[in-house]
């Protein structure tokens, strides 16, 4: 089977990674990163323009197309290789407004009772200037579209300046229309997904994210600096708990809407003194969900997909998965994520331990596999993130968020220890992470 992933960030690569050890899957990746490249051959592809991937995709016979990202079902992808018989592991553009509109998602989760924060979504300004001078401090605004911004805000005068400023600066595209006001809800983020083929769903496992640049609870925003996947009694209930009420509900609530949905189904949470609160709803993995979830994931993903697309979940057992916790410790630079130099020369990928993972974000490798229509990656890709081979030092940084290091071990601390040691071993200009990841577990 011939599978191209669609993406550039670690989701990519360890989705390249997991498809690659199938022995039925012949993978390539568009356009990868400094990690997928010596795995995977690499495709000179725009992942946003959904026609010129589909052919050629079509071109080279490619069998099934694996978003990491959403960013390409956005694009319409699924829509644009309908009649090639090719498959696409993700919903439709019609579906993908669940991540990409923040409004439909908001007046979506109102309209079916999900657990949600308190708050409304606003087309008019005059309307949300309104209701702002009304709510209580601190108060969180959300642009309509996830890449426009928001915030959270403790003084009024700020969050109305703020609220006028996505107002007026918020057309990302045509379709981005408002901006959703709500309470702002104290709490650690969990991201949960299931692979759902329009009526079924697989639950995957809960993933506590690590979305500051430190442990301060005022500390600055700043995404992906870790993530942790537990082994413990209480990680399992509270997967059985979302899956139950958040993920089920969704689906059931999908097919009342007449929204045809198959591949990932994600949702990030904050855990409450009132249970779980719904904070968005996305179409992919996570970024470092995937990284840490996927490399306890025990089945072959590519027959998980193609059941998926065939509507065929219903006739699988539940999956199965490493009895391991798995902890990601991600090494940015210092500035992150407003500021950073790149260009810069990554030391240490060959000392790492074996069974510890290293998955690439920002990087550029220049000895990675080119596309030609019979490469095959070999085992040089396997044998870096293992630890055991010599790798040239020139792989380089091209953002601030550089690799994230994983670490499995039969308890959570001892995860914990072996991927924060091994990311020591790992240097770059301006190196930096959070020693605390994995400390506690939903603490």
């Known amino acids: 089977m011939k599978i191209l992933v669609l993406g550039t960030d670690g989701r990519a690569h360890a989705m390249v990674w997991k498809l690659f050890s199938s022995p039925s899957a012949e993978v390539f990746c568009a356009p990868g990163n400094g990690g997928a490249v010596l795995l995977a051959p690499q495709v000179d592809l725009d992942t946003r323009n959904a026609s010129a991937v589909a052919h050629w995709a079509f071109a080279e016979q490619i069998d099934l197309i694996v978003p990491a990202e959403s960013g390409s079902l956005w694009a319409g992808m699924v829509d644009e290789v309908l009649a090639m018989h090719i498959g696409v592991f993700g919903a439709s553009q019609r579906s993908t407004r669940l991540e990409w509109s923040r409004c439909y998602a908001k007046e979506f989760l109102q309209r079916y009772g999900l657990p949600a924060a308190r708050g409304r979504a606003f087309a008019s300004l005059p309307t949300a200037e309104k209701y702002l001078a009304a709510h209580s401090l601190p108060v969180v605004l959300k642009a309509d579209h996830p890449a426009a911004g928001g915030g959270i805000y403790h003084d009024r005068y700020a969050a109305l300046e703020a609220l006028r400023a996505l107002f007026v600066n918020r057309p990302i595209d045509a379709s981005s229309n408002g901006v959703v006001i709500e309470e702002h809800l104290p709490g650690i983020t969990v991201s949960f997904s299931a692979i759902v083929d329009g009526s079924t769903a697989l639950p995957l496992l809960p993933v506590r994210i690590y979305d500051q640049i430190d442990a301060a609870p005022d500390s600055p925003s700043a995404p992906g600096m870790g993530a942790i996947c537990g082994n413990s009694s209480y990680s399992r209930r509270l997967g059985a708990h979302l899956h139950r009420h958040l993920i089920s509900p969704i689906i059931d609530a999908l097919a009342r809407e007449s929204l045809p949905y198959w591949g990932i189904l994600g949702i990030d949470c904050i855990i409450t003194d009132q249970g779980p609160r719904i904070d968005a709803l996305r179409c992919s993995l996570r970024d470092m969900e995937a990284q840490v979830v996927l490399p306890r994931l025990e089945d072959d993903l ?101 690799v994230t290091v994983v670490g499995l071990g039969s308890t959570l601390n001892g995860a914990r220890g072996r991927a924060l040691l091994n990311a020591e071993r790992i240097n770059f200009p301006g190196r930096t992470y959070r020693e605390d990841v994995g400390s506690h577990e939903f603490q």
């Open 302 to 402: 590519p027959q998980l997909i193609e059941a998926a697309i065939g509507r065929r979940l219903h006739q699988l057992p539940p999956l199965r998965w490493r009895d391991e916790a798995s902890v990601g410790v991600a090494l940015v630079t210092q500035g992150y994520p407003h500021h950073f130099t790149v260009g810069g020369a990554v030391h240490g990928l060959s000392d790492v331990d074996e069974g510890v993972l290293v998955f690439h974000d920002q990087t550029h490798n220049p000895i990675g596999l080119r596309y030609t229509p019979a490469a095959r990656g070999g085992g040089m890709f396997s044998s870096l993130i293992m630890g055991t081979h010599s790798v040239a030092p020139d792989v380089t940084l091209t953002g601030g968020h550089v």
